[in-house]
């Protein structure tokens, strides 16, 4: 379809080439979200980054181990001391031994799915069953605390595909308007040389000047609403933003890594995780509200890609080897990444003023089994364990408790439901938020926040 710059194209046209590809735009439509009904918050905006170990880890070989248990049971490592007294974690996590006073272990998460795809839903949306359309925090969280900069309000960084559906990518039921600004696709690897986000750049065909030049014969079109229906008239407005985002320097600056110091990017880890954490402090920083990271760590030296289900540690087919080994499939070589990266981002965050603002959660959509199969442990959904910090979390804390051989909840189990409500407790937004447009239809959350996870 072509059309002179000094005809406008009729109402027709303009609808078939929809609002944003006129201009040659390839931003999602995640750039109409617009303040929602939350109500008012407290004090400074919250954020939050949410670190998926996407394949499910295993609790008993990191934040929940059993060293009374038989071999078979509390597998190869051993438990080391943290700077909580009588809290112990796995000796392959050091560093976040001796940060174990600024975060709060959950240790009795618990659902019902085993799959990946559905245990990733339920791990994502804070329901246990939860509908094909039930959104994502990320996506919640867009439509409710909007940012008041011009940076993308929910972004996810690394691929999640394999065995998960692709509903990460949509906003739900909520529309395409609140999806995630992915960045990073299986082999993209932002410690790699010269790696750069493209998301901002502009088509080959269609420089600045053109864009602008684009964006004003469509504001000329639809400054007659009568004509164009009040459907262009906002997507005119959701333009603007896209516009303002490509041409703008703040989502340029904040997905800038070079703009790190080496040092810096050498204390996160010249790795995926590493280096993904650090992107998303940046995003944090520059006012983004929610922050997805796919916990890949990357590949050992010589090891051929298999995909960032990284957490999925059955043990078994070749180039697997054991849970316990130092294969991109085992805790030898992920759990020192995880302990690198994650204390690099709560230290970093602390130093710059931003943990008090910003919750940082760590969990996969389910555990391990309790007992070792062959080289591995398989899917476990009945008690698992998950790391928070920031937004007032109570550092140095424990809750819930499994049974002595981490398979079952023995006390305070955590639901989905309730997770969630935690989760949008610690950034100031009410469970009850209604989410439908009518304004009653839907809750954010069903769940009740733990408020045990609260305060000194």
């Keep these: 379809m072509k059309f002179s710059p000094h005809t406008p194209p009729n109402r027709r046209q303009l609808l078939q080439l929809g609002g944003i590809s006129v ?24 954020s939050c980054i949410f670190i998926v170990q996407y394949g499910g880890c295993s609790q008993i070989d990191s934040f929940d181990m059993k060293p009374d248990a038989p ?10 001391a943290t700077v909580v007294p009588g809290v112990r974690i796995c000796e392959h996590l050091p560093r976040l031994a ?13 659902h019902g799915d085993p799959n990946h795809d559905g245990g990733m839903h339920v791990c994502m949306t804070g329901h246990s069953r939860p509908a094909e359309s039930t959104p994502y925090y990320g996506s919640v969280v867009a439509k409710l605390c909007p940012p008041t900069r011009n940076v993308p309000p929910y972004v ?19 529309g395409a308007a609140y999806a995630p600004l992915r960045v990073g696709t299986d082999l993209d690897n932002p410690s790699a040389p010269g790696f750069k986000v493209k998301s901002f750049d502009s088509p080959a065909d269609v420089p600045t000047p053109r864009l602008l030049d684009r964006q004003k014969l469509l504001a000329r079109v639809e400054s007659n609403q009568t004509a164009c229906g009040a459907d262009a008239a906002n997507m005119g407005k959701y333009r603007e933003k896209a516009v303002d985002l490509l041409t703008g320097p703040e989502a340029r ?39 997805s990271v796919t916990a890949w760590t990357g590949l050992p030296p010589g090891e051929a890609f298999r995909n ?61 089994t309790p007992r070792v199969s062959g080289e591995g442990r398989d899917h476990w959904p009945a008690c698992y364990s998950a790391l928070l910090a920031g937004a007032g979390v109570r550092g140095g804390a424990v809750y819930g408790a499994s049974d002595r051989i981490a398979a079952y909840v023995k006390d305070n189990p955590v639901s989905p439901e309730d997770f969630g ?20 239809t839907r809750a954010v959350s069903a769940g009740k926040p733990v408020l045990d996870l609260f305060g000194s």
């Design 23 to 46: 201009l040659g735009l390839g931003l999602p439509e995640l750039l109409r979200a617009s303040p929602g009904g939350g109500g008012p918050r407290r004090g400074k905006p919250k």
């Design 71 to 80: 071999a078979e049971i509390r597998g190869a490592f051993k438990p080391i």
């Design 98 to 110: 001796r940060l174990a006073d600024r975060y709060c272990l959950v240790r009795s998460m618990t």
């Design 156 to 174: 996810w960084l690394q691929n999640i595909a394999g065995d998960v559906q692709p509903r990460y990518l949509t906003g739900g039921f909520l």
């Design 253 to 291: 600056v904040a997905f800038d890594l070079d703009r790190e110091s080496a040092r810096m990017r050498d204390r996160y880890g010249r790795h995926p995780l590493g280096q993904n954490l650090l992107l998303a402090r940046r995003l944090i920083e520059a006012g983004t509200r929610l922050v």
């Design 308 to 368: 960032v289900q990284t957490w999925d540690m059955h043990g078994t087919g070749p180039g697997l080897g054991s849970i316990f080994g130092s294969t991109a499939f085992g805790l030898s070589w992920a759990l020192p990444r995880v302990d690198e990266a994650v204390s690099a981002l709560l230290g970093d965050l602390e130093d710059r003023g931003l943990l008090e603002t910003t919750l940082v959660v760590l969990v996969g959509e389910f555990g391990r």
């Design 421 to 440: 409500a935690t989760l949008f407790h610690a950034l100031d937004v009410a469970p009850e938020t209604k989410l439908g447009s009518d304004g009653f």
